[in-house]
């Protein structure tokens, strides 16, 4: 078993080559943020990412601060896909905004002005293989068939990295 560090690890590499998902708020709340594609600014050391997303037509004050959220990482000609499940957190605080600004670079402040920055904490994360579209002479189909007969592992059975 991975060391959770090393599960971290791993993950921050996945997201920074794959860098868009699908982001879902997962919460029943009628002021919920809308599903919507987003692009990864970071993922930090202690297993957060940090994202942008459009502000809401209604003010930011209703949206939740804590909602279960659910991104779903992959980019065309990439063999794998990451699923990943967590708490989401409106960063709405002057200070948390100043300091994740001043950490980061090429943002400013303007950048906000259109936009939210939300954090996830990350956990349960899915890793899913998929099969590559290599084309294969007959030989390597037999083989890879006779393989899968004799109970070879699927390749769409996911690899947990997280689990909390």
């Given at each position: 078993m991975q060391s959770n560090l090393q599960q971290l690890a791993f993950?921050?590499?996945k997201i920074e080559q794959l860098?868009?998902?699908e982001f879902h708020n997962l919460s029943d709340s009628a002021s919920r943020l809308p599903s919507s594609v987003v692009t990864t600014l970071t993922t930090d050391d202690s297993g957060y990412v940090w994202f942008l997303v459009k502000k809401?037509?209604?003010p930011v004050s209703e949206i939740e601060s804590?909602?279960?959220v659910r991104l779903n990482?992959?980019?065309k000609g990439i063999n794998y896909f990451l699923q990943i499940r967590g708490?989401?957190?409106s960063v709405t605080n002057a200070g948390e905004l100043s300091s994740f600004i001043n950490s980061s670079s090429g943002l400013d402040f303007?950048?906000?002005n259109d936009n939210l920055l939300v954090k996830v904490k990350m956990?349960?994360?899915d890793y899913f293989e998929t099969p590559t579209s290599e084309k294969t002479n007959w030989w390597q189909n037999a083989i890879s068939s006779i393989g899968n007969w004799f109970g070879t592992s699927d390749p769409w059975v996911p690899k947990h990295y997280i689990q909390s």
């Open positions: 993950l921050q590499n860098q868009n998902a809401p037509p209604f804590e909602f279960p990482y992959f980019k708490k989401g957190f303007n950048l906000f956990l349960n994360a």
